[in-house]
């Protein structure tokens, strides 16, 4: 069992910047990757971009080039999504997920959070 916390979020002025946290904890030894996820108001949850345990990071074209997400490199549980020139379309509701291996499965299990609120607005 993985439980994740995210952390952050808020209320950005377009063009600004906000940074989310996550940290997962349990059986941390099995994950995979960690990501972050986003579902608008309306619409069906989408990805915002991941990182491996080796450090490779993945984008959706929407973000790339303004969000950045890292993790603490002694800290593979970890993971944070620094979000920069904001834009009304990126609010929504922000998703961790924690993507881990089951070898009594022998099948990838995904665990998310609770969600935090990313609004842009002026």
């Known amino acids: 069992q993985v439980h994740v916390v995210e952390s952050g979020g808020g209320l950005a002025q377009p063009g600004g910047s906000l940074r989310l946290s996550c940290v997962a904890s349990?059986?941390?030894?099995?994950?995979?990757?960690m990501g972050w996820y986003r579902q608008a108001p309306g619409k069906q949850r989408e990805l915002v971009g991941v990182?491996?345990?080796?450090?490779?990071?993945?984008y959706a074209d929407s973000v790339m080039g303004r969000f950045t997400i890292s993790s603490r490199d002694n800290a593979k549980n970890t993971a944070f999504l620094q979000m920069n020139s904001l834009k009304p379309e990126d609010t929504a509701v922000y998703y961790c997920?924690?993507?881990?291996?089951?070898?009594?499965?022998?099948?990838?299990?995904?665990?998310w959070g609770q969600g935090t609120q990313v609004t842009v607005s002026s």
């Open positions: 990182i491996t345990r080796g450090g490779s990071t993945n």
């Open positions: 349990g059986s941390i030894f099995s994950i995979n990757r």
């Open positions: 997920n924690a993507n881990t291996w089951s070898s009594s499965n022998q099948a990838h299990i995904d665990y």
